[in-house]
């Protein structure tokens, strides 16, 4: 398995990247996962709902299943907030695991940045950035792709993509 990260400011288009290169990924016959950073309170259930209701009432993990999918929702009630290592260990094994934040984990990352944003680079203040995938001319050596172009991106990010035994080692050094 490896893992490579995607950084950069809101609004810079990380998220439609990453819908653009999933398919993309799947038709070379990758598996790909993805795991967010939400920097809020976020919910995945229906207030209201049976599941909703057990995890209210004090549920430290609510188990959904069907015939299309399942999720599993662990309320840390009150826990720390689980660091990338321990995340990437409760994923089934796939070819490419895509992480959106956890910026101060080490693993490589290829930034994505908008010029219309206005937003300054993070690569000069990252050592883990290894790219940029952008719309906009960059004076840097790391290598750049354009945001439209999917191909480039995507081979981007799997050169840049690191073994997941090394982003453990490399989380656990820096505890």
């Known amino acids: 398995m490896k893992v490579i990260g995607l950084a950069?400011?809101?609004?810079?288009?990380?998220?439609?990247?990453l819908a653009?290169?999933?398919?993309?990924?799947?038709?070379?016959?990758?598996?790909?996962?993805?795991i967010k950073h939400a920097h809020h309170q976020f919910d995945v259930d229906v207030p209201g709902k049976d599941s909703w209701r057990h995890r209210e009432a004090g549920a430290a993990e609510v188990l959904v299943a069907s015939s299309n999918r399942w999720a599993l929702m662990h309320e840390l009630r009150g826990a720390a907030e689980p660091r990338l290592?321990?995340?990437?260990?409760k994923?089934?094994?796939?070819?490419?695991?895509?992480?959106?934040?956890?910026?101060?984990e080490p693993h490589r990352k290829i930034e994505v940045h908008r010029a219309a944003?206005?937003?300054p680079l993070l690569f000069p203040d990252d050592p883990?950035?290894?790219?940029?995938?952008?719309?906009?001319?960059?004076?840097?050596r790391l290598p750049t792709v354009h945001?439209?172009?999917i191909e480039a991106a995507a081979a981007l990010l799997?050169?840049?993509?690191?073994?997941?035994?090394e982003v453990v080692a490399k989380s656990a050094a820096i505890r």
């Not at 290592?85 to 260990?89: A, F, Q, T």
């Open 20 to 34: 653009r290169l999933i398919p993309h990924f799947n038709a070379q016959g990758l598996r790909v996962s993805v």
């Open 117 to 119: 944003n206005g937003k």
């Open 91 to 104: 994923l089934s094994a796939v070819d490419l695991v895509v992480v959106e934040g956890f910026k101060r």
């Open 158 to 165: 799997l050169r840049a993509a690191m073994p997941v035994e």
């Open 128 to 140: 883990g950035i290894a790219g940029i995938a952008t719309d906009a001319a960059i004076d840097t």
């Open 85 to 89: 290592p321990e995340l990437l260990g």
């Open 147 to 149: 945001l439209d172009d």
């Open 8 to 17: 950069g400011w809101s609004g810079a288009g990380k998220t439609t990247l």
